[in-house]
Structure formats: C-alpha cells, structure tokens
C-alpha cells in the first residue's frame, strides 16, 4: 500500500521557520523524483519545490527561492521542506507528491499558517 504522509505543518508568526517532512512507503522511493506542492484557500495548487530521485537536481518556485531547501534521505525514504523567513502568503495546505514516469502518488496534506 502507497502512503505519502507529511507532518511539521503549524502555525507560525511572519519571519519564522518551519520543516516539514513526508515519510513514503510502499514503493521505491529513491526512483522517484519528489516534490512539495501547495494550495492556498481559493487558489489553485502550485509547485513549491522539487528534487530528483538522487538528490542532484532541484529545482524552486520563484516565491520561495531563497527562503526554502528541499532534500530527501534515501535511507530513510523522506524528503524534507526548510521553510524560512515565512510570509503570510505561505498560508496553504503543503503536500509531497512523488513521481516516476506517468505514476503520481500523492499525501494527505499539512497545513502550514503564517500569522501574527
């Protein structure tokens, strides 16, 4: 069985960090590339963050680059999302998703809020 289940999500005031983490099981994670999404209320989902299946490729969103680091741990199938510096427009539900070819598989979802 297929899971992608993501954790750290909170709330957390304007300038602060968070990391969140997405643990998968039940296929081969280090073949996938991952990657985080987001979706805000009202909005549709975007691309946040993504990392090749070995880790040599990563790639941001324009709204994040320099304030968020993606990276994965093979060894213990989880890929990670530092959030700095974090802005009330951070506000969404974040997700991981992981892909190989024509195969998606998707998490539940974390929601992160950024707020005074």
């Known amino acids: ?12 005031q304007p300038g602060g960090s968070l990391r969140l983490s997405c643990a998968a099981s039940g296929f081969a994670f280090s073949t996938y590339a991952m990657s ?5 209320p009202g909005k549709e989902r975007e691309l946040v963050a993504t990392i090749s299946s070995a880790g040599g490729n ?7 680059k320099g304030r968020f680091t ?6 213990k199938n989880t890929i990670y999302l530092q959030m ?5 427009e951070d506000t969404a539900v974040y997700y991981c998703k992981g892909r ?3 195969t998606d598989y998707w998490g539940q979802g974390t929601q992160v809020t950024v707020s005074s």
């Open 1 to 12: 069985q297929v899971q992608l289940v993501e954790s750290g999500g909170g709330l957390v």
């Open 36 to 40: 985080w999404y987001r979706q805000a």
């Open 58 to 64: 990563i790639n941001y969103a324009d709204s994040v």
């Open 70 to 75: 993606i990276s994965r741990d093979n060894a």
């Open 84 to 88: 700095n510096s974090l802005k009330p």
């Open 100 to 102: 190989r070819w024509a």
